[in-house]
C-alpha cells in the first residue's frame, strides 16, 4: 500500500522543515510513504528546502486558494497511485507522530475518511466564542449531511482510494465542509481518532478574523447543500412565504366575510409572498434537473478515474 502525505504550503518557511522530519517513517501495512507539498504561490523558501528534503512538488503558478489546492494535490496522489492521502498543514498544527493513527483508524475500521478531532472544546489557546462557534458550525454541517462528525473543520484527515476517486471539491477556500457534505451524500465511511494540536505559530492564512470565517464556511456550506440537495432547499425556504402568504389571506378573508373594508394590503402582500414561493418552487425543480446532471456528470468523472487509476 502506497501512502501520500500531502501539505498544501502557502509561504511556511519557517516550519516546513519540521513538519516533514515528524511525518512517520514506517508505519504497518503501509509499503511506501510520499510526501507532496503543494506550492500555492510560494515566495519564500518553502518549496527549497521541502525538495532537499526528497519531497514531491507540485506548484501552482499563482494563488489558487486551498479548495483548489487539494484538488491538484488529490489528482497527483492518485497519479502517484496512492492508495490513502492524508492531508496536514505546513504550519506544524498537527503532530506528525498521529499519521501513524489516521492511516491504521482508515484501515482497520475500512473507512473512506478520518479526521483528527482535535476537541476544540478543551483548546487552551480558543476563546470562549470561537468554541462556540465551532460548536455551531459542526453541528450546522452535521445537520445537513447527516453526520456526527465532532471537528467538521480539521484539516488533518485520512481519505482512502475510493474517497479520492468519489470526491469533487468545488470550493475555492476550502475543502474541509465540501468534502463532509459530500462523502454523506455518496455513502463514505467517515471516523475520527482524537489529537492534540501544537501551539500557533502564526495567524491563520485562510481567514483574517472571525467574521471572514464564519461568511465564508457559511458560504461553503450552503453552497454544498444547496448543489446536493436543491429540491429540498428551495422548497422548505418556499413554505416559508406560502405560510405568511396563508396568514394574510386568511386575515383579508375574515375581516372581508366580517363585512369590513380597506384590508386590501394584506392581499397584495399575500399575493406577492404566494409569487416568491412560486419562484422558490421553480428554483428548486431547475436546481432537481441540474442535480440530476450533476449526477450524471459525476458518474463519467469517477468511471474515468476507476479507469485511469483502479486498473
Ligand atoms: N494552497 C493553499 N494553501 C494555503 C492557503 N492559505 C493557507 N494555506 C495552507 O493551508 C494550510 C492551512 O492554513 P492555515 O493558515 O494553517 O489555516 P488554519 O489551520 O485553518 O488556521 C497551511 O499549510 C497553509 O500553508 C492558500 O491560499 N492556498
Ligand atoms: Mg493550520
Redesign the pocket.
Known sequence: MKLVVQ??????EKTIEQVINQIPKKIKGIDEILVLI?D?GCSDRTCEIAEKLGCIILS?KK????G??FRFGQMKALELGADILVNT???D?YPGKYITDLVRKLIDCDADIVIGDRETSKIEHFSPIKKFLQFLGSKTVNVLSDNSVKDT?S?FRAYSKEALIQLNVTSKFSYVIDTIIQASKKNLKIEEILIKTNRPT?K???FKNIFEHIKKSTTDMVRVYVMYEPLKFFTLSGLFFLFLSLVLFLRFLFYYLAGYDGLIQSLIISGVLFGVFLSLLGLGIIGDINNKNRMLLEEIIINQRREKFEK
Open positions: 501539505i498544501p504550503c502557502l509561504n511556511e503543494i500555492d501552482n494563488n489558487m486558494g486551498l483548489n489546492s498543514d505546513g504550519d498544527q473543520v484539516g502564526r491563520s492564512r485562510l
